[in-house]
């Protein structure tokens, strides 16, 4: 499984970013799917995730109200949409995919910036 994640930029506070991930290869339909991320001089933590066959997802009470994950599977994409964004939003973000909550294909991370 590759995995290409896009759209990320630079955005004053309270401003929207779409984070893209463009699956591509065997990509299995149990796989979990989860948006990560990492600040500077922090652990990396996961954001948000879903499963490719549907169901339920997870949004980390952080960014609950804010962050929304969603899926096209037609296009093996999968979406993070983010409002209302603050600068502490500001990370590397990553999408990942696997079983269950171990991810083995990691994208190449997506730079967010959150000017205040």
């Known amino acids: 499984v590759q995995l290409q994640a896009s759209g990320g930029g630079l955005v004053q506070a309270g401003g929207s970013l779409r984070l893209s991930c463009q699956a591509s290869?065997?990509?299995?339909?149990?796989?979990?799917i989860g948006w990560f991320r990492q600040a500077p001089g922090k652990e990396r933590e996961l954001v948000a995730a879903t499963v490719w066959s549907g169901g339920g997802t997870y949004v980390a009470d952080s960014v609950k109200d804010r962050f929304t994950i969603s899926r096209d599977n037609a296009k093996n994409t999968v979406y993070l949409q983010m409002n209302r964004l603050k600068p502490e939003d500001t990370a590397v973000y990553y999408c990942?995919?696997?079983?269950?909550?171990?991810?083995?294909?990691w994208g190449q991370g997506t730079l967010v910036t959150v000017s205040s």
């Open positions: 290869g065997r990509i299995l339909s149990y796989y979990a």
């Open positions: 990942a995919s696997g079983v269950g909550d171990t991810y083995d294909y």
